[in-house]
């Protein structure tokens, strides 16, 4: 099915341990986002890339790495997570290259941090 | 990047209409208007986006006056299934733009029974 996958769906670390997150597209989108979402609050953009082999901060970079490995796929690091990095994340992708475009979103990671 | 005031929340009941506005000031010439849908515990939804005037589709209306500083998203005849959140978003398309979109909190509609 066409979308946007990310792995793992939850997950669970101790402050100090890092990870990363993955994140996969399958629509030949050139744009791809990551997003954390905490309990009650909208969205806020963390990292995007506009295309293959560029990545620029969001609104809350700190505390993150992103890796844009090909067109696909787009993964976001935690080096040494913190409780405050507890959160939902969602990956998205878009074309921007087509005159009206929207975002496709993946279903989330929900990542506590103890 | 401009911004969106929508309010924060809005109860309905089953079967009226309903209109959610945003407000967006500061749009830019090339800004498309996009509103997204977001259940509990799922990544927001694309509903319907527009530029001027008036656009439908199977989901929903947006309304868009001369000026394009509001837009109106009306749902028609909401059901319980429809309670979630609403975001308003304005951003730029072409392929110079990186897409870059800012979500604001979002209107928590509650449908009744």
């Known amino acids: 099915n066409a979308g946007v996958t990310q792995t793992p769906k939850f997950q669970v670390l101790k402050t100090g341990q890092s990870m990363t997150l993955q994140c996969a597209q399958d629509?030949?989108?050139?744009?791809m986002y990551w997003y954390r979402q905490d309990p009650g609050m909208g969205l806020r953009l963390i990292y995007y890339s506009a295309s293959e082999g560029t990545t620029d901060k969001g609104e809350v970079p700190n505390g993150y790495n992103v890796s844009r490995l090909n067109k696909r796929e787009f993964s976001l690091r935690l080096e040494s997570a913190a409780p405050s990095q507890t959160s939902v994340y969602f990956c998205a992708s878009s074309d921007t290259r087509s005159p009206n475009y929207g975002y496709t979103f993946g279903s989330g990671t929900r990542l506590t941090v103890v | 990047l401009a911004k969106t005031t929508q309010p924060i929340s809005m109860d309905s009941y089953e079967g009226q209409e309903v209109n959610i506005t945003c407000s967006h000031n500061n749009i830019a010439t090339n800004d498309y208007i996009t509103w997204y849908q977001q259940f509990p515990s799922q990544g927001p939804r694309f509903i319907i986006q527009g530029y001027k005037t008036k656009v439908t589709n199977e989901v929903a209306s947006l309304f868009i006056p001369a000026d394009r500083k509001s837009s109106t998203l009306s749902l028609p005849r909401v059901s319980l299934s429809d309670t979630a959140v609403y975001y308003c978003l304005v951003g730029t398309e072409g392929s110079s733009n990186t897409g870059k979109l800012i979500f604001g909190q979002g209107t928590t509609l509650q449908v009744k029974p």
């Open positions: 629509m030949n989108h050139n744009s």
